[in-house]
């Protein structure tokens, strides 16, 4: 699963990639044509927290991978590398400047990050709105030879109404198909239909006002769109702090969270993830899973003798183990619980598995 990072140039991309994967990019690095690709760990406090508390001899986060796109502009979205780099992402990530600085250019003059999100938006949908007139000219080609498949009908009919949509310059986020539609068109990797993180990067002394972040939320809230705002510049700076010291700085900012934790679950949502934990002395393991899996499906992604040999799961609750203070503590309170089969995983979990093969 990859999350593509988008914007216009100097909007802070850059930095938020680095950030995200702990990598360290060339100062040459402009963006340019050249694509990035990294790991991002998820910062997921309850992970750090069952790190402290077992002390394993080896700790492993949760991982998503992250995609750098080249810089975002006419020239750039009209290549077909460009979109074919956006299509094999699963959600986007759009970087938008709300910082001022003179010393850094804006491409159009000023600073305004909701024109620039409608900018950036149309160019998505104009990507859209190419790939489906060239499927449908194609399907009337075959038409008019006699030559077009059982089904190319139907996929023309939904593209035409995909086109009005996108010829009034809407998303296709909220295109409604059936079970049917939807392996029909499954090929078809149409960006506006992917999940969408809007990021404000603000002056540090920002970040604090909520009145943009409200006014962007409230405004892409039916196309389920989640915004968020961070201070890239306040962020590169936690990073380089001791854990002492980054208490300290967030507690003088006001800041209850950093920035970072809140887009890596947000990363994590959009693309229909959780995690759940494997605990003990030898390890802390952090699991990523899709929604809604049933326990040995979730299971499989241990290993697939787990799968296959499933006999049931042993649960607890990261929120009541943190409550009680320790495992024996949780099991004296009769709160460990062994589900079957039929157990659906849920965020947070913390599950050994009891298996036979």
């Given at each position: 699963?990859?999350?593509?990072?988008?914007?216009?140039?100097?909007?802070?991309?850059?930095?938020?990639?680095?950030?995200?994967?702990?990598?360290?990019?060339?100062?040459?690095?402009?963006?340019?044509?050249?694509?990035?690709?990294?790991?991002?760990?998820?910062?997921?406090?309850?992970?750090?927290r069952?790190?402290?508390?077992?002390?394993?001899?080896?700790?492993?986060?949760?991982t998503?991978?992250?995609?750098?796109?080249?810089?975002?502009?006419?020239?750039?979205?009209?290549s077909?590398?460009?979109?074919?780099?956006?299509?094999k992402?699963?959600?986007?990530?759009?970087?938008?400047?709300?910082?001022?600085?003179?010393?850094?250019?804006?491409?159009?003059?000023?600073?305004?990050?909701?024109?620039?999100?409608?900018?950036?938006?149309?160019?998505?949908?104009?990507?859209?709105?190419?790939?489906?007139?060239?499927?449908?000219?194609?399907?009337?080609?075959?038409?008019?030879?006699?030559?077009?498949?059982?089904?190319?009908?139907?996929?023309?009919?939904?593209?035409d109404?995909?086109?009005?949509?996108?010829?009034?310059?809407?998303?296709?986020?909220?295109?409604s198909?059936?079970?049917?539609?939807k392996k029909?068109m499954?090929?078809?990797?149409?960006?506006?239909?992917?999940?969408?993180?809007?990021?404000?990067?603000?002056?540090?002394?920002?970040?604090?006002?909520?009145?943009?972040?409200?006014?962007?939320?409230?405004?892409?809230?039916?196309?389920?769109?989640?915004?968020?705002?961070?201070?890239?510049?306040?962020?590169?700076?936690?990073?380089?702090?001791?854990?002492?010291?980054?208490?300290?700085?967030?507690?003088?900012?006001?800041?209850?969270?950093?920035?970072?934790n809140?887009?890596?679950?947000?990363?994590?949502?959009?693309?229909?993830?959780?995690?759940?934990?494997?605990?003990?002395?030898?390890?802390?393991?952090?699991?990523?899973?899709?929604?809604?899996?049933?326990?040995?499906?979730?299971?499989?992604?241990?290993?697939?003798?787990?799968?296959?040999?499933?006999?049931?799961?042993?649960?607890?609750?990261?929120?009541?183990?943190?409550?009680?203070?320790?495992?024996?503590?949780?099991?004296?309170?009769?709160?460990?619980?062994?589900?079957?089969?039929?157990?659906?995983?849920?965020?947070?979990?913390?599950?050994?598995?009891?298996?036979?093969?």
């Amino acid at each position: 699963m990859k999350i593509g990072i988008i914007g216009l140039p100097q909007v802070g991309k850059k930095t938020l990639f680095e950030l995200l994967t702990g990598e360290t990019l060339s100062e040459e690095y402009g963006g340019g044509q050249e694509i990035k690709m990294g790991a991002a760990r998820i910062r997921d406090s309850r992970f750090d927290r069952l790190v402290e508390m077992y002390n394993p001899k080896r700790s492993v986060p949760a991982t998503i991978d992250v995609v750098l796109l080249p810089k975002f502009d006419k020239e750039t979205v009209s290549s077909g590398e460009f979109l074919k780099s956006l299509e094999k992402c699963d959600a986007l990530c759009h970087i938008v400047r709300s910082f001022s600085d003179e010393s850094v250019f804006h491409v159009d003059g000023s600073v305004d990050p909701l024109r620039d999100i409608g900018n950036v938006t149309t160019e998505l949908i104009l990507g859209d709105l190419i790939l489906a007139e060239k499927r449908i000219e194609r399907i009337a080609s075959d038409q008019k030879k006699g030559a077009a498949g059982a089904n190319q009908g139907k996929e023309k009919n939904i593209l035409d109404e995909m086109k009005k949509l996108l010829d009034e310059n809407l998303p296709l986020i909220n295109f409604s198909m059936n079970e049917d539609d939807k392996k029909l068109m499954s090929t078809y990797q149409f960006l506006t239909r992917k999940p969408v993180i809007i990021v404000l990067n603000v002056d540090d002394g920002k970040i604090a006002d909520t009145a943009l972040l409200e006014q962007a939320a409230a405004k892409y809230k039916e196309y389920g769109v989640k915004v968020m705002q961070t201070s890239a510049k306040i962020e590169a700076e936690l990073v380089s702090l001791e854990p002492e010291e980054r208490e300290t700085f967030l507690k003088e900012l006001k800041i209850t969270e950093p920035a970072l934790n809140q887009l890596s679950a947000l990363c994590f949502d959009a693309l229909g993830l959780i995690s759940f934990f494997t605990v003990g002395e030898d390890e802390v393991r952090a699991w990523t899973v899709k929604k809604n899996l049933p326990a040995p499906e979730a299971a499989g992604a241990i290993h697939s003798d787990l799968q296959r040999g499933f006999i049931r799961a042993e649960i607890m609750k990261t929120n009541e183990l943190f409550e009680s203070g320790s495992e024996a503590k949780l099991k004296e309170a009769g709160k460990v619980m062994l589900k079957g089969k039929d157990y659906i995983v849920e965020d947070g979990d913390i599950m050994h598995v009891r298996f036979n093969v």
